[in-house]
């Protein structure tokens, strides 16, 4: 995939991201959501070029689910561990950013393939 194919759906992504953080978390738990979408954000950077956003041969539903099982299975396989610098609210609220990001992946992949007109 040539560069500029990727950096379209990274900064699409992004922006996904970022217009769904809390951007005055004020509790542990609250940061850690973002934290949560910040590492999903930087996981599908990382990983772009391994997402092909033109099968041309799949319908939208195939393509949409086949998607989001390669996005899910990269943030499931990240492994979370306490730190000393991350409380067990924070771990937590991670762990509800990874499944906040699936769910906008989702938006933004069906945004990225609208339903085509017959």
């Known amino acids: 995939m040539d560069k500029q194919k990727i950096e379209t759906p990274v900064r699409k992504f992004k922006n996904f991201i970022e217009m769904n953080k809390d951007h005055q978390a004020y509790s542990d738990f609250k940061e850690g959501v973002n934290k949560g979408l910040d590492i999903a954000k930087y996981t599908f950077e990382e990983n772009a070029e391994k ?16 998607l989001q099982s ?14 000393p610098n991350f409380s067990e609210d924070c771990l937590d609220g991670i762990r509800i950013g990874f499944e906040r990001s699936k769910e906008i992946f989702r938006e933004f992949i069906e ?5 085509e007109s017959s």
């Open 111 to 115: 945004d990225s393939f609208p339903l």
């Open 70 to 83: 390669h996005f899910n299975q990269l943030l499931d396989r990240i492994a979370l561990s306490k730190k």
């Open 51 to 66: 997402f092909s956003l033109s099968y041309l041969d799949e319908d939208r539903d195939i393509r949409i689910k086949s």
